[in-house]
């Protein structure tokens, strides 16, 4: 059997000291073979509270729920993600957040779907509510006329 070394004896050797530092409670540091990709937080399994939500009061209107509020979505984790209908990477992302969204949201995820108007046929509220019918949007999303 070969490894990355090419030598199996020293890597079965190297296995065998980190195993004996750990059951004789020595600490072994692990480091990573691969660089790690620019923007990665190294230490985001220990994410800080930043702040708090901001209020979703200059909403105009809603889609899929009554308004939400801060106060109501304390202790909840909150992914808001802002989209719009013709946005092509909006729509290229919509299946993970779905995804998530289904294994999470019975573990206190709320998805949060801001609605960011870029072009003027996207600040119709009615085009708004068809295309979010017609991709089958279904978290709460405020809406904010310009």
């Not at 708090?52 to 909403?59: V, W």
Request: hydrophobic share 40%; net charge negative.
């Amino acid at each position: 059997m070969t490894s990355r070394s090419g030598r199996a004896d020293l890597d079965a050797e190297v296995a065998l000291d980190s195993v004996g530092d750990i059951l004789h409670g020595e600490s072994m540091v692990m480091t990573a073979h691969w660089p790690v990709p620019a923007g990665l937080h190294t230490a985001s399994a220990w994410l800080p509270v930043e702040g708090e939500l901001p209020s979703f009061d200059s909403a105009t209107g809603w889609l899929n729920s009554p308004p939400l509020t801060a106060p109501g979505l304390r202790g909840k984790v909150v992914l808001v993600n802002f989209w719009t209908f013709t946005c092509i990477n909006w729509l290229r992302q919509l299946p993970y957040v779905r995804a998530r969204a289904g294994r999470y949201s019975g573990q206190g995820l709320v998805v949060v779907g801001v609605h960011t108007p870029e072009f003027g046929v996207e600040q119709d509220i009615d085009n708004v509510s068809r295309a979010a019918q017609e991709t089958g949007i279904d978290p709460a999303s405020p809406l904010r006329r310009r």
